[in-house]
Every structure is written in C-alpha cells, then in structure tokens.
T-cell receptor, first 113, second 115 residues
C-alpha cells in the first residue's frame, strides 16, 4: 500500500521566516509533486521532480524552491514566507511503472502571520 | 499547456438522485483522465479514471464518459448517498513520458447530498 507522508499537518509561521515542508514516499516512486490547494482554485502545481536533484517548475513556482536529495524525499522551501502563501500544501508521487494513479499525502495547512 | 475547466463549482442533490460533473480539456495530447474525491480534512483519493481509447467506464454507482472529439469528460454518480458528499476534482494528463505523469486539475466541485 502506497504511503505518502508529510512532516506536519498544521504549521504556523511568521512573515519572513524560512519554511521547510517535507514529503516522504515509501514506494520507490520516481516522480514527486508539490501542489497548493486554495478554495475555488483547485490544485495548482508548484514544482515537480523526476529524479534525485532534478526539478521542474510548475504553474506557480514564484516564492518557492524545492530540494530532492534522496529519491523518497521531496522538500518544499519558502525562502521568506509571506501571508499570501497561507494555504494547504499537498505532496504527491507516481511511479514510472505500474499504476497511473498519483498518490497524495495528507496535506500541510500552513498559516503565515 | 493544458487547461481543464470543471462545472458546476457546487452541486446539491437529494439522496437517491443522480449527480453529474462535467470537465473540458484543451490539449488533444491528453490521454488519461482521473477523478479524485476529497472528503473534508482528507487527502484527494482516486475514485475512477479513463483512458483516451475508451468511451465509458463504470464502477458500481460511478461512471465516467469521455468524448475525445469534443474534448470533454463527465463523472456520473447514481443513487447518491450522504457519504458521497465531498469535493470532486477532474484532471487530465499526457502520460508519464514527456510530462512525467503531471496532472492538470479542474477547480473542483463541492457535492452535497441531502438526506
């Protein structure tokens, strides 16, 4: 059973802080994704990665960066958090073989004050 | 890039009635169309999907239809139950080749089923 976990369910940070969101998957998936979910806007792709140290920008990468030092772990970094980055952040993964399903983590609700 | 539009944004039905959610996509290269259900406070979960070489797929009370020519696909839920209440997302993908399995999502439909 695929398991995607995220380091925190809820996080409260202050404007200007550096924020790290961690995602780990245990199914040896090659591709991992970070989405942001806001009411009425659906899931918007921030960044994705297809291999260790490889990354691709999604639709809304501004203000974010990512790191993938190990295959199972994909981190989202907010270099200097701002109030407009208050949102739900979802991580997902998919393998190159087998099921087409993208598996999601439980999400991190980030509030920036 | 791909653009997926989803309607309606909210849908209220009486228990036992049917619900239909419609999506359109823009890129004819899209060939995989999943539907995700997200219950309140939970992660999105795949409920059904369809590939571009198939026109319809059914799984118990849910079905998905695809019209490649018109570039639209729909989710049909029959005999709705209160536990069907959730946000439903449609998505489109060009596969795991050049686009790495990337999904393009619609904005979601909040379905409420009244007992």
């Amino acid at each position: 059973d695929v398991k995607v976990t995220q380091s925190s369910r809820y996080l409260v940070k202050r404007t200007g802080e550096k924020v790290f969101l961690e995602c780990v998957q245990d199914m040896d998936h090659e591709n991992m994704f970070w989405y942001r979910q806001d009411p009425g806007l659906g899931l918007r792709l921030i960044y994705f990665s297809y291999d260790v140290k490889m990354k691709e920008k999604g639709d809304i990468p501004e203000g974010y960066s990512v790191s993938r030092e190990k295959k199972e772990r994909f981190s989202l970094i907010l270099e200097s958090a701002s109030t407009n980055q208050t949102s739900m952040y979802l991580c997902a993964s998919i393998g190159l073989q087998g099921s087409d399903e993208q598996f999601f983590g439980p999400g991190t609700r980030l509030t920036v004050l | 890039g791909e653009n997926v539009e989803q309607h309606p944004s909210t849908l209220s039905v009486q228990e036992g009635d049917s619900a239909v959610i419609k999506c359109t996509y823009s890129d004819s290269a899209s060939n995989y169309f999943p539907w995700y259900k997200q219950e309140l406070g939970k992660r999105p979960q795949l409920i059904i999907d369809i590939r571009s070489n198939v026109g319809e797929k059914k799984d118990q009370r849910i079905a998905v239809t695809l019209n490649k020519t018109a570039k639209h696909f729909s989710l049909h839920i029959t005999e709705t139950q209160p536990e069907d209440s959730a946000v439903y997302f449609c998505a489109a993908s060009m596969g795991r080749g050049s686009t790495l399995g990337r999904l393009y999502f619609g904005r979601g439909t909040q379905l409420t089923v009244w007992p």
